[in-house]
T-cell receptor, first 113, second 113 residues
Framework: EAGVAQSPRYKIIEKRQSVAFWCNPI?????LYWYQQILGQGPKLLIQ????????DSQLPKDRFSAERLKGVDSTLKIQPAKLEDSAVYLC???????????FGNGTRLTVT | GDSVTQMEGPVTLSEEAFLTINCTYT??????LFWYVQYPGEGLQLLLK?????DKGSNKGFEATYRKETTSFHLEKGSVQVSDSAVYFC????????????FGKGTTLSVSS
């Protein structure tokens, strides 16, 4: 089966600019996750979707970050405006149902200058 | 809250040495436990998992046993290879809540020939 697809692979922006990331999960996977992985740390959950509804966005900085999953398939994560501390790898993951292992995309490496 | 603690890295070993990477957890429910691996330049991949106490997960020569009494899930391999050089992440998921994975900070393993 095809894996989780993410784009772009890399992005460099200046602070206060906006940026968007795209994710296409594995077909049939109802749950989709966005994680932020800062260099030297483990991934941290930003938001979890079940189909097109939000399950958990408690750690999403809502003043600057937003995410949507229209039609319960693809998802986009947006940052506006970006800060220097947003430099990280943004990982998208999906799984079929509760308790099943997550499958991760290769991530988008964001550098904010 | 729920959390995962891993031993600090980097871990540097010679080829064919024995590997242990310690992982302990704190969880309010009944977690499933996972080890993920991130090879240089690649995305996170599931290495092994265990879903209940005393289960042993194994894959590619790696093993980890779910120890409820010590809240641990240590990763072991009897003879490491240069190709095992990667970052290893211990993670938990609270099954009943349908929550996302919670990761440790990761342990970098470097194996030399």
């Amino acid at each position: 089966e095809a894996g989780v697809a993410q784009s772009p692979r890399y992005k460099i922006i200046e602070k206060r600019q906006s940026v968007a990331f795209w994710c296409n999960p594995i077909s049939g996977h109802a749950t989709l996750y966005w994680y932020q992985q800062i260099l030297g740390q483990g991934p941290k959950l930003l938001i979890q979707f079940q189909n097109n509804g939000v399950v958990d966005d408690s750690q999403l900085p809502k003043d600057r970050f937003s995410a949507e999953r229209l039609k319960g398939v693809d998802s986009t994560l947006k940052i506006q405006p970006a800060k220097l501390e947003d430099s990280a790898v943004y990982l998208c993951a999906s799984n079929r149902d509760r308790g099943s292992p997550l499958h991760f995309g290769n991530g988008t490496r964001l550098t904010v200058t | 809250g729920d959390s995962v603690t891993q031993m600090e890295g980097p871990v540097t070993l010679s080829e064919e040495a024995f590997l242990t990477i310690n992982c302990t957890y704190t969880a309010t429910g009944y977690p499933s436990l996972f080890w993920y691996v991130q090879y240089p330049g690649e995305g996170l991949q599931l290495l092994l998992k265990a879903t209940k106490a005393d289960d042993k997960g194994s894959n590619k020569g790696f093993e980890a046993t779910y120890r409820k009494e010590t809240t641990s899930f240590h990763l072991e391999k009897g003879s490491v290879q240069v190709s095992d050089s990667a970052v290893y992440f211990c993670a938990l998921m609270i099954n009943q809540a349908g929550t996302a994975l919670i990761f440790g900070k990761g342990t970098t393993l470097s194996v030399s020939s």
